[in-house]
């Protein structure tokens, strides 16, 4: 089949239209060879006739569906200029795709938005990764020139390029960024910042709004990065050409000035800016030209506080910035100097002596402003060698103030980047590669051309020449490496039109003649181009315009340009006369004679010369052509010696609307950087190229015989020739199989046909198998039908029968029914009969028998009120008795208290506080007493009058019992009369008793109404509770929610605070010892290597305290002698002894006798004549006071209790009885007011322990001097004591931080049992505690805390001992904050610490956070390269392997991953996370943290696998999916089977889920994508589009997402009420924060440690 068979009806061509420039349109009839027309029928409907006159005049065709939207220009079939701008834009509108390649070209087009596509997860989604797996991006060219660089250590260029607005500057920043972060994380120095730092600086004073762009660069920069061995940025340096100097005194409407002039302007009001004497731009000759003062959307004030921020990262100091402001102030008030025309034809000028402008730039400048007023209006002249001053006219004077405005703009321009060179120089090192990044200036053409464009052409024609040469090299060292036999390929060199400008007699060298002459003019040089190149030597490069003779016309390589010679020479030669630049040279600022003195150590100044006043030195400067084409020449030698990479930006409209894409300009661009160029190369020799195994993927079915898979290339060398004749269409190669332009599409075709006859025989077997199972179905059906009327005949007979016998059955039924009716009802009535006679009968037993129960209840009664009397006196009696018996013993401890009271007045004058006390005791025990008396009164008074009602109640008694007598010997008489009277008090009381049971009937009614109601509103109001109740809670939940979330914020802060701080020490560590070893290298001599470890404590002042040792008073001067043992009773341990020989020992330290007498407000004079005895009575006096106030606020304490608790059950009741809210809210406010009680006092209680203490400080110094020789005193209890600590002496601490912490053996630290180290020093500082050194305790807890640090920076790669440090970190930290005094104790067991260590025991939380971040850092690093090969690229699945897309072309360079035993798997990274797993159980970590530490290593691997799926599109296919499902499934099965899931592990997981149910899920009906929308609810809009749109066919039976349905999907996805971020990648450095549980450990005692030998720390004792 020929490529003449394409064209028929069906297929799709371009045809060329006005507007679209290429349409798309559809051919109606087959073309047969020698037809004169193409009938075809276009978008509209609307059918047209092509004339066809030959072959060649056929329109192009379209590429199969299958290449649509490519992400690779030459991978397309047609490869011609509509093809590629329909896949552009196809790509930039449908996709949002803003990349794409062209072979090794980058085309970027201008989004004019922001795009979430920078960040720094993009970054790290794209290192590392092979970038022909990768979506394009800018960051896949950087990672391309840095993995080449690195692999072939070969420099490399980046070459950006494109007109003004297409988005160069923004380019070459992102590709900076990409190189910053990747290669400055190594060493952590400050050299990236200082690249990155260079940008703002260039942008301010290069940078420039134009008509086409807001941030127009206005010079070319080509910035060299170079990089060390490791691949760190080590330095940078920056090279600029042709900057646009003629912009300072001129701008074209809509246009501004550099920016730098408008952000001082709007910085005017600072303080430190008004001594410029700035004023609005308006004001400002220079800057008001234009119109345009202010761009949309940016703050000059900003950029200026950007631009000043930048220039300190690279270390210039305030005050040159001052300087260099003061310069640039200076240019604009140069602008508005007031120069005046005088004399009669105007050849004279002058300025005023006043002109305020002039004395401002002189100030400013520091120059003498007469003499700056003088020869800005006159000239030097050597005349026959003498020196004249000639006057010059008012324009010229005008040019030379703008000459030299300009050329003091262009010398601070020079020396800002000579500054910015000189700090991003290398510090330390050598440089051993470098990447280049170019940008520079695209090919300008506009309504009026002059010097500058023609430079930047004729550079572009430069680029354009070498970007040939070097994409023809590329293509032949691809045929060369496959072995191809190829021929030359022809490809367009613009040599001629380079050797017009630059050649001999070129347009240069006659420029540059042209200047030297004394009388040279535009205008003679324009006749002399016309002379060479049109008469003498015709070249077909260069034409003259028709209309004009002050123009001339070049043919570049990508449009012909027209050129107005007007300003050529001035602008070449760029003078400015020798007496200004003397004047500036005499400056007072050092900056601007600075700038000006290099002028004579330097042959050529940057982009100009300066005029002197002698003519024959002034003919060797070289002019701006000739510096331009020096600095050129070199740009090209350095991009010769590198490796190029080409990023073209393209510019989709002059609107400057996002995405919007006008197809003209855009043809326009791509004609003019080069993209077509590269396309017709390509298409030239075979741009199709595919490897045997992906061509026998996609054409077996075209293979005849039998297929493997392992003889695919013998398979395909049989198979081509019999489908493609000519074998001039494709060429064999040793591993891939090249085509030429269209034979893809004819192989498609051929695939398509014979899918199609295929199908065709399918379609047939199938309609006969469907006809012979309906067949079968009728038969069924017809049988099934038979069966079903014979067997409803059947059930209709027995039917008949059960009706039969139903009828006789109710028959029967009814008459048995009817008798036995009579039967109950005879039965009934004579039960009835019987139940009334016998109901009257036990009526009348049952009132006899209540008659008989009352008179017994009544003898009861009186015999239990006689015995209740009787118990009364008989407890009257022993409650006398009891209170005679304490009496006596209350006077008898009286008399003892005196005795007491006696002893202490003999102190008073000692102590005149504790007589107040004694006072208080003494009218407290006057107060009993006179209660006592009280009572005593009041009971005798009780017993007289119970002794009085007791012989009135037994008197009473002898009374009744005489009546009693009486009536019992006299037999009543009752009479008839009674008998009557008492029939009618009976009538009447029943008449009562009716009356009040109707009353009561009705008070019963009325009650169950109301409580009915009252149910009802009690109901309503719970329900009203209930409501309130749930609204509350809500709007509790809601605020505990958010207090939560900004408490997890601040957290996720002071960590990452925390993290930054770390990796400032470990910068300043780097920078240390880059210092130290440059010392080395001048001659400085090394510390000793055992000072590198410094174990200073945190807080090297501590507060003084009780007991602390610089109060220590010598034993020889104390004045107990016998209060403190002797050393030798003092008996110490070793800790590796035998538990027989371990005792408890006494104190060892000296009692602080000074703050012990301040302490009792004892006065010290005195007081040193004091004994022991005397002592002994105080402390006596002390005790018994402070415990009489014990026991009396433990009475008040009971007391409150008793009264909450009630209060509390009150409260309850009447939560449950009222549901009145008022009551309940005043014992809430009840309530409150006694925990407020209960606060008070627990304060006082707090300071009475102070008084306590006292006493178990003195029973513990004077256990022997506590006896009184008056009076036997009873026994005290002994004092207890903290027993089971470890001592450790002061010269033994180091050895101790040695052998525990920094010296210890890796294998030996495992061994230990967990915490093992953080108890020996919790013991060792609790005995330092409670022996009263509390500095000791500090120190040696702050020396713990820096050598925990030590110890993790040693082992900052072991996850086994960062573990470790880990447990013993947090363990010290709950061991201290136990016992801390702040913290309320658990156990009456636990002895708060004396030493407060609240700020160390903050360092060890911060030390637990550093230890955990490390122990994440070290296992994330290990996984970093591990999750995009295990999780997305290992198949674990067999036979699901997903051939990567067929027309997928790996560019130039690219270096794919080796396949092979290497390859990471899920086994790796599970062999990982168990490693971590192992390591935080075998330090018995609490779960909760390993729960947040998976949290924080599933959201990376599900980030990290997210972000690459979201940029790799042979990733998004639907095997890939079901593999990538299946390694996630082992990940979750891992996670579950350690019960790691419940921390949220598993849930980070969720949009890595989501997203490969998108794969697999359908994609072609409404149906299927509410489907997806109602599935992904985790996945943003932008992650779903994009996966939609990567989304590669896998096999025949799966088709690509249409457009349609991508736009149904987006409208369902605008309708969705989410709150997801518009992000597009995930933050894969995100962190969440750690809470560490707070457990309390167990009481800790030295006996409960085995400390093993090997720890070497037998010194420590136990004490």
């Excluded at 609005?280 to 506080?305: K, W």
């Excluded at 020869?375 to 005008?398: F, I």
């Excluded at 489908?723 to 599409?745: E, H, S």
Aim: glycine share 4%.
């Amino acid at each position: 089949m020929s490529s003449l068979e394409l064209y028929s009806k069906g297929a799709s061509v371009w045809i060329p239209d006005p507007d679209a420039v290429w349409v798309s349109a559809q051919i109606l009839r087959d073309y047969h060879p020698g037809e004169k027309h193409l009938l075809l029928q276009l978008p509209n409907g609307q059918e047209v006739q092509v004339p066809v006159e030959s072959t060649s005049d056929l329109p192009p065709l379209g590429n199969p569906d299958i290449l649509e939207g490519e992400n690779d220009l030459t991978a397309l079939s047609f490869l011609h200029e509509p093809a590629v701008l329909h896949n552009l834009r196809l790509r930039f509108l449908d996709y949002s795709s803003i990349y794409t390649y062209c072979g090794i070209v980058l085309v970027a087009i201008n989004p004019y938005d922001q795009l979430p596509i920078y960040g720094e997860e993009v970054i790290y989604a794209y290192s590392g990764q092979d970038t022909g797996d990768m979506e394009p991006h800018i960051f896949s060219v950087a990672e391309e020139a840095y993995r080449t660089m690195t692999r072939e250590e070969k420099n490399q260029s980046i070459i950006i390029s494109g007109e003004s607005g297409s988005g160069k500057t923004v380019s070459a920043k992102f590709t900076m960024r990409y190189f910053a972060v990747v290669g400055g994380a190594a060493q952590q120095t400050s050299v990236e910042d200082r690249v990155l730092a260079s940008n703002p600086i260039m942008e301010s004073i290069g940078n420039a709004k134009t008509t086409r762009n807001d941030n127009s660069s206005r010079f070319g920069k080509y910035i060299e990065i170079g990089f060390g061995r490791k691949g760190d940025i080590i330095a940078a340096n920056m090279r600029t050409y042709l900057l646009e100097k003629s912009r300072v005194v001129f701008q074209a409407s809509a246009e501004r000035n550099y920016h730098i002039f408008y952000q001082l302007c709007a910085s005017r009001e600072l303080p430190e800016m008004r001594a410029l004497k700035l004023n609005a731009p308006e004001h400002f000759r220079y800057t008001s030209q234009g119109g345009e003062m202010q761009i949309p959307g940016t703050d000059d004030v900003a950029d200026l506080e950007r631009t000043r921020n930048a220039f300190t990262i690279l270390g210039v100091q305030p005050d040159q910035q001052m300087e260099l402001f003061r310069i640039l102030s200076a240019v604009l008030h140069l602008g508005n100097v007031n120069i005046q025309a005088s004399g009669r034809s105007a050849d004279r000028s002058y300025i005023d002596a006043d002109d305020r402008s002039l004395a401002v730039f002189s100030k400013l400048l520091g120059v003498e402003g007469p003499q700056m007023a003088h020869w800005l209006c006159h000239r030097r002249l050597a005349v026959g060698g003498e020196l004249l001053v000639k006057p010059m006219a008012g324009q010229q004077a005008l040019e030379a103030r703008d000459a030299l405005a300009k050329h003091i703009y262009g010398q601070l321009f020079t020396w800002t980047v000579q500054r910015l060179n000189a700090a991003l120089r290398t510090q330390g090192g050598k440089t051993k590669s470098f990447i280049g990044v170019l940008d520079i200036y695209g090919f300008e053409t506009f309504d009026r051309n002059s010097f500058e464009q023609f430079c930047i052409n004729y550079a572009n024609e430069k680029l354009q020449q070498q970007f040939n040469r070097h994409v023809f090299h590329l293509e032949q060292e691809e045929y060369i490496r496959e072995e191809l036999a190829w021929s030359r390929i022809e490809f367009s060199d613009n040599q001629q039109c380079i050797n017009l400008i630059e050649g001999q007699l070129g347009l240069f060298d006659l420029l540059d003649e042209e200047c030297r002459m004394p009388k040279g003019s535009d205008e003679s040089w324009v006749r002399k181009l016309y002379d060479q190149h049109l008469t003498s030597k015709p070249h077909p490069q260069f034409r003259k315009p028709r209309m004009s003779n002050s123009a001339f016309i070049i043919i570049h390589f990508a449009d012909m340009v027209q050129y107005e010679c007007d300003g050529f020479l001035d602008k070449n030669r760029d003078t400015v006369f020798e007496e200004l630049i003397n004047i500036l040279k005499a400056s007072q600022s050092e900056l601007v004679a600075e700038l000006f003195q290099q002028q004579g150590n330097v042959s050529s100044v940057a982009n100009g010369s300066v005029r002197p006043g002698k003519r024959s030195t002034r003919e060797h400067k070289l002019t701006v052509g000739f510096q331009f084409r020096q600095s050129l020449q070199m740009l090209m030698d350095t991009l010769n010696s590198t490796t190029p990479h080409y990023v073209r930006c393209i510019k989709p409209n002059d609107l400057k609307e996002p995405f919007m894409f006008d197809p003209r300009r855009t043809v326009q661009q791509l004609r003019a950087c080069g993209v077509l160029e590269t396309i017709r190369i390509s298409a030239a020799g075979y741009p199709s190229r595919w490897t045997y195994e992906e061509f026998f993927s996609r054409y077996r079915l075209l293979i005849p015989g039998p297929q493997s898979q392992d003889q695919a290339q013998a398979s395909c060398r049989q198979a081509l020739p019999e489908l493609i004749p000519d074998q001039d269409q494709y060429c064999f190669g040793k591993t891939k199989v090249f085509f030429r332009a269209g034979q893809v599409a004819l192989l498609e075709r051929l695939r398509s046909e014979r899918l199609r006859v295929a199908a065709v025989i399918i379609q047939s077997w199938v309609r006969g198998w469907l006809a012979k199972i309906r067949y079968t179905r009728i038969c069924w059906a017809i049988v099934t039908i038979q069966r079903y009327s014979r067997g409803a005949l059947a059930r209709r007979l027995v039917l008949t029968l059960r009706y039969t016998k139903a009828a006789i059955l109710i028959q029967k039924t009814y008459r048995m029914v009817v008798v036995r009716q009579l039967f109950l009802m005879i039965r009934h009535a004579t039960i009835t009969i019987q139940a009334f006679t016998r109901g009257t009968q036990a009526r009348r037993r049952c009132r006899q028998l209540l008659v008989e129960r009352a008179a017994v209840l009544l003898q009861a009664t009186v015999r239990g009120w006689l015995a209740r009397k009787a118990y009364r006196r008989v407890h009257a009696a022993v409650v006398l008795m009891q209170c005679c018996v304490r009496r006596r013993a209350a006077r008898r401890e009286l008399m003892k208290l005196k005795t007491e009271a006696r002893s202490v007045e003999r102190y008073r004058e000692l102590n005149k506080g504790m007589e107040v006390k004694l006072m208080q005791l003494q009218m407290k025990a006057d107060r009993e007493a006179r209660k006592r008396a009280a009572l005593k009164e009041k009971l005798h008074a009780e017993r007289e009058v119970s002794r009085a009602e007791l012989e009135a109640l037994r008197v009473m008694i002898q009374k009744l019992e005489s009546q009693k007598q009486e009536k019992s010997q006299s037999s009543p008489v009752i009479t008839e009369k009674e008998v009557e009277e008492r029939r009618r008090a009976e009538e009447k009381a029943a008449q009562e008793i009716l009356q009040i049971t109707q009353e009561l009937e009705a008070l019963q009614r009325e009650k169950d109404s109301f409580c009915k109601e009252k149910e009802e509103l009690s109901a309503r109001l719970v329900e009203q509770e209930k409501t309130q109740e749930e609204c509350v809670q809500q709007a509790v939940s809601q605020a505990c929610v958010a207090l939560r979330a900004e408490l997890d914020e601040e957290r996720r802060k002071y960590q990452g605070l925390l993290r930054e701080f770390t990796r400032l020490e470990q910068r300043y560590d780097n920078l240390r010892e880059m210092s130290l070893l440059t010392e080395r290298t001048k001659g400085h001599r090394r510390t000793d290597s055992t000072q590198s470890l410094s174990l200073e404590p945190l807080s090297p002042s501590p507060t003084p305290t009780l007991l602390s040792p610089q109060s220590l008073t010598p034993l020889s001067l104390s004045p107990f002698p016998s209060a403190f043992p002797s050393p030798e009773m003092v008996r110490k341990v070793s800790v590796t002894s035998p538990p027989s020989e371990r005792k408890l020992s006494m104190w060892s330290f000296e009692t602080p006798m000074d703050q012990l007498m301040e302490r009792m407000d004892v006065a010290k004079d005195p007081a040193v004549k004091m004994k022991g005895e005397d002592l002994a009575h105080a402390y006596d006096a002390v005790r018994v006071a402070n415990k009489f106030l014990e026991s009396q606020l433990r009475g008040e304490r009971s007391k409150w209790e008793g009264d909450l608790e009630a209060l509390r059950k009150q409260l309850s009741q009447a939560i449950s009885a009222s549901p009145s809210s008022a009551g309940r809210q005043d014992l809430e406010e009840l309530l409150e007011a006694r925990e407020h009680e209960c606060v008070r006092l627990r304060r006082e209680l707090k300071e009475l322990r102070s008084t306590v203490s006292l006493r178990r400080f003195l029973a513990q110094v004077l256990p022997s001097a506590l006896t009184t020789e008056t009076s036997p005193t009873p026994s005290r209890p002994k004092p207890a004591t903290v027993t089971g600590l470890l001592e450790c002496r002061k010269r033994d601490e180091n050895k101790l931080i040695k052998n525990l912490i920094t010296d210890i053996r890796v294998d030996s630290a495992l061994s230990l049992p967990p915490g093992l180290p953080a108890k020996v020093l919790f013991l060792c500082v609790r005995h330092a505690d409670c022996s009263g050194d509390q500095t000791q305790a500090r120190s040696l807890c702050s020396t713990s805390v820096t050598a925990m640090k030590a110890a993790l920076k040693k082992h900052s790669n072991d996850v086994d001992m960062s573990a470790l440090w880990l447990k013993n970190a947090s363990l010290l930290h709950d061991l201290l904050t136990q016992h801390s005094p702040k913290q309320t104790l658990d156990s009456d067991d636990l002895v708060p610490l004396n030493t407060d260590l609240s700020d160390l025991i903050r360092a060890l939380s911060d030390l637990c956070i550093q230890a955990y971040q490390q122990l994440l850092s070290i296992t994330e690093n290990r996984l970093q390269n591990m999750i995009v090969p295990a999780l997305l690229e290992s198949e674990n699945i067999p036979g699901l392997s997903a051939v990567k897309s067929v027309t997928s072309r790996k560019r130039a360079g690219s270096d794919p991953r080796p396949v092979g035993g290497d390859t990471p798997t899920m086994a790796s990274v599970l062999r990982e996370l168990g490693a971590l797993h192992t390591a935080l159980t075998h330090q018995a970590l609490p779960l909760p943290l390993m729960e947040q530490a998976f949290h924080q290593l599933t959201y990376l691997i599900s980030a990290t696998a997210l972000n690459s799926l979201l940029l790799r599109k042979d990733i998004c296919c639907c095997s890939r999916g079901m593999q990538i499902r299946y390694n996630v499934s082992l990940l979750e099965d891992w996670l579950r089977s350690r019960g790691l899931q419940a921390g949220g592990a598993v849930a980070t997981l969720e949009p890595l889920i989501q997203a490969v149910k998108l794969l697999q899920a359908g994609k072609k009906t409404e149906a299927d994508a509410e489907a997806l929308v109602q599935t992904c609810t985790v996945l943003s809009s932008q992650q779903i589009v994009k996966i939609l749109t990567l989304y590669t066919p896998h096999g025949d039976l799966d088709e690509r997402v249409s457009l349609n349905f991508l736009r149904v999907v987006q409208g369902l996805l605008k309708d969705r009420p989410d709150g997801q971020l518009p992000q597009l990648m995930m933050d894969v450095r995100r962190v969440f924060p750690v809470t560490f549980p707070y457990s309390p450990p167990p009481v800790l005692h030295a006996e409960q440690l085995v400390i093993p030998d090997s720890l070497k720390i037998s010194f420590l004792r136990r004490a």
